[in-house]
């Protein structure tokens, strides 16, 4: 069964710090790992990842896939409160012809001033 | 930036009622997506249509979900008598290359 496994599932850290957040992956036929960022509603578009090693910023946030060990992370650096968010990853599998995005269940960060 | 609009953004039914869901996706994007996010839990996959069929759904898409794309634009979900455990906030998404989701449709049946 394919699966995406987030960790920590909730963190709580104080303006200005670094977080590291990581997603483990089993997903049938792998053809990429998206990360998003939920605040009220709809996901929002962080990053996508096709290929092992090569890492991806965007300001203070980073991430890099792993494509031997299944897995990402996504680090964010000099926190801000107004990151404070759930972070999804998704991992986007080809089966049988179809495309699909398999979620993680998130991790709620909270950033505290 | 072109945008995946969804309608209503809320939505109260009765149970038993049928509900449409409303969707314009992306005009080039190829691919169409219904998720749907119980509240607290993980964002879950529905259904993916293609070439105006339905490429793959989930098992819990089941014979009171369905979908249609009636005018090339709209990109609906229809649930045909709705029960509690129905409420969620549904997604919409569409993708070439990525994925863009919608804002959002959060059904309440009661």
């Known amino acids: 069964e394919d699966k995406v496994v987030q960790s920590p599932l909730s963190l709580v850290v104080h303006e200005g710090d670094t977080v590291t957040l990581n997603c483990s992956y089993e997903v049938t036929n792998f053809r990429s790992l998206l990360w998003y960022k939920q605040e009220k509603k709809a996901p929002t578009f962080l990053f996508m990842l096709?290929?092992?090693?090569i890492e991806k910023k965007s300001g203070r946030l980073s991430s890099i896939l792993d494509k031997k060990e299944l897995f990402s992370i996504l680090n964010i650096t000099a926190t801000q409160t107004g990151d404070s968010a759930i972070y999804l990853c998704?991992?986007?599998?080809?089966?049988?012809?179809?495309?699909?995005?398999?979620f993680g269940q998130g991790t709620r960060l909270t950033i505290n001033p | 930036e072109p945008e995946v609009t969804q309608t209503p953004s809320h939505q109260v039914t009765q149970m038993g009622q049928e509900v449409i869901l409303r969707c314009v996706p992306i005009?080039?994007?190829?691919?169409f997506y219904w998720y749907r996010q119980i509240l607290g839990q993980k964002v879950e996959f529905l259904v993916s249509f293609y070439n105006n069929e339905i490429s793959e759904k989930s098992e819990i898409f089941d014979d009171q979900f369905s979908v249609e794309r009636p005018d090339g634009s709209n990109f609906t979900l229809k649930i045909r008598s709705t029960k509690l455990e129905d409420s969620a906030m549904y997604f919409c998404a569409s993708s070439v290359v990525g994925y863009t989701f919608g804002s959002g449709t959060r059904l309440t049946v009661v």
């Open positions: 096709t290929s092992s090693g």
């Open positions: 005009s080039n994007h190829l691919y």
């Open positions: 998704a991992v986007e599998g080809l089966i049988q012809g179809a495309q699909k995005l398999v």
